[in-house]
């Protein structure tokens, strides 16, 4: 599972960042795959740049992770306890293991420190994501 935070969202939705616009037509073509994008990652993506959440979503390959009940809830503790805000927060959530999402999750972000330890983050404009340089 490929997760986009908020950072990722932006940078997708901008039009501008090559590889992860090529990450998304390349998993087109792949039925079932999906970039995944938690709910409150795309409405902080909307607040900081109008359109972007409606860009983001033009790009076949992206789903939204609601915000269901227990995902509202163990959201709200990581926020409490200070993992970071509410969008780094859910993003975090979906990068954990989930009953309904088996198999390891990758987290794209522009951000790898506001994630601890045993979330596995790629940077987005890390030398050589996809092979760009």
Same mark, same amino acid.
């Given at each position: 599972?490929?997760?986009?935070?908020?950072? %990722?969202? @932006?940078?997708?939705?901008?039009?501008?960042?090559?590889? !992860?616009?090529?990450? $998304? +037509?390349?998993?087109?073509? *792949?039925?079932?795959?999906?970039?995944?994008?938690?709910?409150?990652?795309?409405?902080?993506?909307?607040?900081?740049?109008?359109?972007?959440?409606? %860009?983001? @979503?033009?790009?076949?390959?992206?789903?939204?992770?609601? !915000?269901?009940?227990? $995902? +509202?809830?163990?959201?709200? *503790?990581?926020?409490?306890?200070?993992?970071?805000?509410?969008?780094?927060?859910?993003?975090?959530?979906?990068?954990?293991?989930?009953?309904?999402?088996?198999?390891?999750?990758?987290?794209?972000?522009?951000?790898?420190?506001?994630?601890?330890?045993?979330?596995?983050?790629?940077?987005?404009?890390?030398?050589?994501?996809?092979?760009?340089?």
């Amino acid at each position: 599972m490929i997760i986009l935070d908020t950072s %990722a969202v @932006l940078a997708l939705a901008g039009g501008r960042h090559k590889a !992860l616009i090529e990450l $998304a +037509a390349n998993m087109a073509r *792949t039925p079932g795959d999906a970039l995944w994008v938690p709910a409150l990652c795309l409405a902080q993506a909307e607040s900081e740049d109008a359109g972007a959440g409606r %860009a983001a @979503l033009t790009f076949s390959t992206v789903a939204v992770d609601p !915000l269901d009940t227990v $995902a +509202a809830v163990t959201v709200g *503790t990581l926020v409490r306890e200070g993992f970071g805000g509410i969008d780094t927060c859910h993003a975090l959530y979906c990068a954990s293991p989930r009953p309904q999402f088996t198999g390891m999750s990758i987290l794209l972000t522009a951000h790898e420190d506001r994630y601890p330890p045993g979330i596995v983050t790629v940077d987005i404009d890390a030398p050589g994501i996809l092979g760009h340089h």
